[in-house]
């Protein structure tokens, strides 16, 4: 402070100017000590409005001040002021002490993480702790960490470019799959989008894409570094700042080498036959109507042939489905040589092939390939030490005379096929119109027969059996009839045959097997004992998977007991496979079911063959009778069957008989039982029990 006192006596007016000038700086001080006490009242607020916590501490850790913004950070902690915190802060306290030097330490608190700044405070020996909440911070780190480890392993290629589409990055994955470095990459346009060409499909697409809708993805082909060329799955994103303006993309590919593969094996089994490798129906009829089509635009004709091998079913019987399968595969081969690279041959299933001659001048060219075939297959085939003779009846039909769409002109080469084979099979046969009305026929019965099931056109009509020791009646046989709606009744022999070939007469065979065994466990119920029911079993039906399992429903079913049914076979279906038929018979015969070989006389006739199969009956076929007593012949054959069968201790049944000469000799000579219009025609099941009444009276 200035000194205001004077040697000399002041005047007055020097004495009013030392008083002025000392109530100027006494203002100015108080104005300056106002200013000062100000700016610390300032600063002792600043620790208590601060937002972030703030403490001191002793170096033992002791709580000497907290703010308020680090009163739930002890809270957490389970401390207040003056208690203590934690144990895991005194190692970080006493190290910051000790080097003089301000420490960071990262701790928990509740659900938020925070930094503290450890600072010492001059020569006090307590330290100033400055807190900062990086909960936040921590996970947008993490975030980052995991996107970085995530390009790093990622199995994926990925590929970072700028707004120029020049690439910045690319990860591990992008060098693993091209096989190129990321030194090799970076600074250029990616190869994976060809962005140097500037006019290419693919690029004009991608750009649009990115450009209106900031993404794109697609399948396709890049070459990698050793030139091999290879699909994959590519994903590009636009990413934009917060502007809006695009600042970088980023790609991302995987290979799909084996996805493809997988997809072509798919389509490749969705389109060829399994076996032999030939186009199966769907690619055929496919290929036959492009076929088709490119015939009209050129004015050209083409060819069908439909193929079907002739007793191949005796090949599967008799040796076993895997020889039948190498003789498809043997025939699959023989028919692509004889053929051109522009024909198709396809394998329809079975055996059933079919062939598609493209641009035949006329029928003679078909004709040509078919004799061709026919040689080809008429050459023995050896398979697995057995020598085949692979026969094939052949179809032919021709564009556009026999038909302008795939339907048609299948239907026609089919007709022509059966055709053939009534010609005497391994032959060949055109299509004409008198064969398109037969199958035109066949495919209306064919119709009606899957109707006749629905509507309940089939009925059953039975014939007594008659023994001829006592003439009693001693069971009847159930004969299937069709009451076609229009039609009337339908013989049997002009639809058992097409339900054979269709497969229909699986349904029909268990309808009749059903339908029989509940009207004979109903006659049965009635007092009617003696009518045990004869069912005719087809091939088709004795060979089916699940024979026994069918017919043991139907007897639990309809609570018929299983003596009560017979099942007549014919001798050519259980000579078809003498092992399995053997062994079907014999689970037959076990389950009580009885057994005709109906037909006898007119196929293999053997006693050694008897002898293997579990047979109660056998049936003399009625063309042996026709004659009888008059024609020595037949005589000789009916004694011989009666005497072989007596041997056996088999029962036998002479069906046919109409006349008393005929019964008489199968009385005299010991036959079992008859049956025939002597004594009653096939009756419904109403007018037949009405006649078994009259007859018992």
């Known amino acids: 402070m200035p000194s205001i006192s004077s040697s000399k006596k002041d005047s007055p007016i020097e004495t009013l100017q030392n008083r002025e000038l000392l109530a100027q700086f006494l203002k100015k001080e108080i104005q300056d000590h106002e200013q000062t006490k100000e700016k610390l009242s300032i600063l002792a607020q600043f620790p208590e409005e601060n937002p972030t916590p703030i403490l001191r501490v002793t170096p033992q850790g002791q709580i000497l001040y907290a703010n308020p913004a680090a009163i739930p950070l002890l809270t957490a902690w389970d401390c207040h002021e003056s208690s203590f915190l934690p144990p895991l802060w005194l190692e970080t306290l006493q190290t910051c002490l000790e080097e003089s030097e301000c420490q960071y330490l990262e701790v928990q608190a509740g659900q938020r993480l925070y930094s503290f700044l450890i600072s010492p405070f001059g020569n006090t020996q307590t330290l100033y702790l400055n807190g900062q909440d990086i909960t936040e911070r921590k996970k947008y780190e993490d975030q980052l960490l995991l996107l970085a480890s995530v390009f790093e392993h990622s199995g994926e290629g990925i590929i970072i470019a700028n707004h120029k589409m020049i690439v910045q990055r690319v990860n591990p994955g992008y060098e693993e799959i091209t096989g190129y470095l990321e030194e090799e990459v970076t600074g250029k346009p990616p190869r994976l989008f060809e962005m140097g060409k500037k006019d290419t499909p693919l690029v004009l697409e991608l750009r649009q894409s990115l450009s209106q809708e900031g993404a794109w993805q697609g399948e396709v082909w890049i070459q990698r570094k050793n030139g091999e060329a290879f699909p994959i799955r590519l994903s590009i994103r636009a990413i934009r700042n917060s502007k809006d303006v695009i600042t970088h993309y980023i790609g991302s590919f995987h290979d799909i080498t084996e996805i493809k593969r997988t997809e072509f094996k798919m389509e490749y089994q969705a389109y060829h036959d399994a076996l032999t490798g030939l186009p199966n129906r769907l690619l055929f009829n496919d290929r036959l109507e492009k076929s088709l089509q490119s015939a009209q635009r050129h004015q050209q004709k083409l060819a069908v042939l439909f193929l079907d091998l002739d007793n191949f079913k005796d090949v599967n ?311 009888l007593p008059d024609n020595a012949e037949d005589v000789a054959i009916a004694k011989a069957i009666l005497s072989m069968a007596g041997s056996l201790k088999i029962r036998v049944v002479a069906e046919g008989v109409e006349r008393e000469e005929q019964m008489q000799f199968m009385t005299d000579n010991h036959c079992d039982e008859v049956q025939g219009f002597l004594f009653s025609k096939p009756l419904p099941a109403e007018d037949f029990i009405s006649w078994v009444q009259a007859r018992e009276g």
Request: proline residues 3%; aromatic residues 6%.
């Open 317 to 627: 019987d008799s040796l076993g489905h895997q020889v039948g399968d190498l003789l498809l595969k043997s025939v699959s081969q023989k028919l692509l040589q004889c053929c051109r690279e522009e024909d198709t041959v396809a394998r329809l299933g079975g055996d059933e092939f079919v062939i598609i001659l493209n641009k035949v001048q006329d029928h003679r060219d078909p004709i040509k390939v078919a004799n061709r075939i026919l040689q080809s297959l008429s050459q023995k085939i050896r398979l697995e030490n057995h020598e085949i003779y692979a026969g094939v009846s052949i179809g032919i039909s021709l564009f556009p005379e026999d038909g302008s769409d795939v339907d048609t002109l299948m239907r026609s080469a089919d007709a022509a096929m059966y055709n053939a084979k009534k010609q005497g099979k391994n032959n060949y046969s055109l299509f004409t119109q008198a064969m398109g009305t037969k199958a035109l026929k066949r495919l209306a019965m064919e119709y009606a027969l899957h109707q006749a099931l629905e509507k309940n056109e089939f009925t059953l009509h039975y014939q007594p059996k008659i023994e001829t020791q006592t003439g009693k009646i001693v069971g009847t046989e159930a004969l299937l009839r069709w009451n076609h709606s229009e039609k009337g009744l339908i013989p049997p022999a002009d639809f058992i045959p097409l339900a054979e070939d269709t497969g229909l007469i699986i349904p029909i065979g268990q309808w009749v097997l059903r339908t029989a065994c509940e009207q004979t466990k109903a006659w049965l119920d009635a007092g009617y004992s003696n009518l045990p029911v004869a069912v005719n079993l087809s091939a088709v039906q004795f060979q089916s998977e699940n024979l026994l399992q069918s017919i043991q429903n139907i007897l639990q079913e309809t609570g018929l007991p299983a003596h009560y049914l017979n099942l007549e076979i014919t001798e050519n279906t259980v000579m078809a496979n003498v092992k399995d038929s053997s062994q079907v018979l014999a689970k037959l015969s076990e389950m009580g079911v009885t057994i005709s070989l109906d037909d006898f006389g007119t196929g293999y006739s053997s006693l050694s063959y008897l002898k293997k199969f579990s047979i109660d009956t056998l049936k003399i076929d009625r063309s042996f009778l026709e004659d």
